[in-house]
């Protein structure tokens, strides 16, 4: 009471205990769209520092391929810890990638990291998957296992295979782009 008499002038016998509880408006669910999204843009600017050891320290720029339009761009800046962002950039070759909606963010990571030991780091991958598979293909070869195995078991090795393929896939394109 005594801290509400000093906050902003008032009639004679108008007191915080007479006045009126504020009505409840409607929550605007525009603008929690917008914050859900810009929730979600930190996270994977956050991801991506975190799979490409980038310190969260380092300022980074954070590119838009197509239009987002946010009102929240400040918060971005700040909880990411961004130099800029910059809508309707070209999509770059060795920027880390990530979706949110239907909208593509990327991070240039050619000031950041280290091509050669990414490269590197990439390889190592490719070869740990390239034999995943080559294990897995040698049990799906192998015929008494796939007859005496119980289904899950086979769906589940046929999974790997499938799941090993596609990261083989990607791992060579990100080489493919990162040596280009």
């Not at 902003?8 to 915080?16: F, H, L, T, W, Y």
């Not at 946010?70 to 990411?80: P, R, T, Y």
Request: glycine fraction near 2%; charge should be negative; hydrophobic fraction near 40%.
């Amino acid at each position: 009471e005594e801290l509400w008499q000093h906050l902003s002038p008032r009639k004679n016998g108008e007191s915080v205990m007479y006045a009126q509880i504020p009505e409840i408006s409607a929550p605007d669910t525009e603008v929690l769209k917008q914050m859900d999204m810009t929730k979600e843009i930190v996270n994977g600017i956050r991801g991506v520092r975190a799979s490409k050891n980038i310190s969260p320290r380092e300022k980074v720029t954070l590119n838009i391929v197509g239009k987002k339009e946010s009102s929240f761009d400040e918060i971005i800046i700040k909880l990411g810890n961004l130099e800029s962002i910059c809508p309707d950039a070209e999509k770059d070759a060795t920027a880390a990638t990530f979706m949110v909606d239907t909208t593509e963010f990327n991070i240039p990571l050619s000031a950041c990291i280290d091509i050669e030991s990414e490269l590197e780091n990439l390889r190592k991958a490719l070869a740990y998957q390239e034999e995943f598979l080559q294990i897995t293909l040698k049990k799906l070869s192998n015929e008494r296992f796939v007859n005496k195995a119980p289904a899950a078991v086979v769906d589940a090795e046929r999974r790997k295979q499938s799941d090993a393929e596609a990261k083989i896939a990607a791992l060579k394109a990100s080489i493919a782009a990162m040596e280009k």
